[in-house]
């Protein structure tokens, strides 16, 4: 089954910036995947905070747009998550979900363990 694991949190000041990174492995060939980035603030729901479609396609919430951007590696096996302008109310645990899906192949989502992203005022 498809593995995932990110990296890349950590503590800073706000304004400050991070990267996220999330990386997959064990996809189907013939399957199109999906990755995206969630997340949750201890008490609350997970929420969206950005995706990027098999053809590259990105998007985002609009608590993050104009703040962070969403990337792949070449053989988009690797996402990426740059937060620039950190807020407090970024304070989250950041989680990378991998969306599988196509012609004969299962509908699956795969979760990361998650990487803590900590916003100090």
């Known amino acids: 089954q498809v593995q995932v694991v990110e990296s890349g949190g950590g503590s800073v000041q706000a304004g400050g910036s991070l990267r996220l990174s999330c990386v997959a492995s064990?996809?189907?060939?013939?399957?199109?995947?999906?990755m995206m980035w969630y997340r949750q603030a201890p008490g609350k729901g997970r929420e969206f905070v950005s995706d990027i479609e098999s053809n590259g396609r990105p998007s985002y919430a609009d608590s993050v747009t104009g703040r962070f951007s969403i990337s792949q590696n070449n053989i988009k096996n690797t996402v990426y998550l740059q937060m620039n302008s950190l807020k407090p109310e970024d304070t989250a645990m950041y989680y990378c979900?991998?969306?599988?899906?196509?012609?004969?192949?299962?509908?699956?989502?795969?979760w990361g363990q998650g990487t803590q992203v900590t916003v100090s005022s």
């Open positions: 979900k991998i969306q599988q899906r196509g012609w004969l192949c299962r509908a699956e989502d795969y």
């Open positions: 064990g996809f189907i060939s013939r399957c199109n995947y999906d």
